[in-house]
């Protein structure tokens, strides 16, 4: 009995199909196997997307915020000491707010 070259190839791959089982079921097994994966990428994608506008915005804020703080204590009146200070106080702000996140996940 000749085997067809689609099969062999979806034999080789999956231990569980011989080549005697109709071709059809198996294609649309692997199509509906491939749309739940491309929904769960889209649906990940999308999330991450806005998961970046809002880590934006926060970004803005805590920049704005740490800025102004510094501006009312009169730090850092060269531009590059003002630019680290911010950055520091931005990173360390940030550090607190992901160990909190991690720690309600837990």
């Known amino acids: 009995m000749k085997i067809s070259l689609f099969k062999r190839v979806m034999y080789k791959k ?3 199909i011989t ?3 109709p071709i059809k079921p ?6 509906k196997m491939f749309e739940l994966t491309a929904e ?3 649906t990940a994608a999308i ?3 806005f998961a970046l506008v809002i880590a934006l915005t926060w970004n803005d804020f805590i920049t704005d915020g740490v ?3 510094i501006q009312l204590f009169g730090i850092g009146h060269d531009q590059w000491i ?3 200070i911010t950055a ?9 707010g992901i160990t909190i996140v991690s720690r309600k996940r837990k």
């Open 40 to 42: 769960e990428r889209m």
């Open 82 to 84: 003002f630019r680290l």
């Open 26 to 31: 198996i294609i649309k097994e692997k199509a």
């Open 67 to 69: 800025s102004q703080l």
């Open 88 to 96: 520091v106080v931005t990173t360390l702000i940030c550090i607190l």
């Open 14 to 16: 999956d231990k569980d």
């Open 47 to 49: 999330a991450g997307a």
């Open 19 to 21: 080549p005697h089982m």
